[in-house]
């Protein structure tokens, strides 16, 4: 299984302090978390990385691709920052895609600050851990894609269905689109 969160031990990777420790999260763009994850296709794997709104659960971005690297990450990210506006924190882990200076470097010209989880923390991405076995098991291993366009048309559709209507026992059986919405 490919280990998506290895640490770069070369110049120049930066390792950012944590930011999330006793932050009450009480309203949406205030935290999100990113993340990448592999996903079978066809005879191997293919990467996805999303983007969560901590407060609602609202996946604000995401892409897949068949390499993990700093710039697909950093992409991913402005988009998502170009359709939702910038959130006060962007929480990560400390992959070599997130310590990189393409993917920190964002961070020297807006607002956002970023926030790396601590070695062992894999608690502070529960929600996209979450995430990561809802769409899996829910979609993925539930109807197994030949090749990456397939896959990308059943992960578009799951997107749409996890944001708008799916509800979510933890949001009081409501949609996340409908926390996000509430006060973004």
């Not at 924190?89 to 895609?97: E, K, L, M, R, Y």
């Amino acid at each position: 299984r490919p280990n998506t969160s290895r640490p770069h031990k070369g110049d120049g990777h930066t390792v950012y302090p944590y930011l999330l420790r006793n932050l009450a999260i009480t309203r949406p763009n205030q935290a999100w978390g990113m993340d990448i994850s592999y996903v079978p296709v066809g005879g191997g794997h293919m990467y996805l990385v999303a983007i969560i709104d901590l407060y609602s659960r609202y996946i604000v971005g995401w892409s897949l691709s068949n390499t993990m690297t700093s710039e697909w990450c950093k992409n991913c990210l402005l988009d998502a920052i170009d359709a939702y506006g910038e959130p006060e924190i962007v929480n990560t882990d400390q992959g070599s895609q997130f310590t990189s200076p393409i993917f920190t470097g964002i961070f020297e010209h807006i607002k956002t600050k970023l926030s790396m989880d601590g070695k062992g923390r894999w608690i502070d991405n529960v929600f996209i851990e979450r995430f990561w076995r809802n769409i899996k098991y829910e979609k993925i291993y539930a109807e197994p894609s030949e090749d990456g366009l397939e896959l990308y048309g059943k992960i578009k559709w799951y997107m749409d269905f996890y944001n708008s209507r799916r509800p979510y026992q933890s949001l009081g059986y409501e949609k996340p689109e409908q926390w996000y919405g509430q006060a973004a």
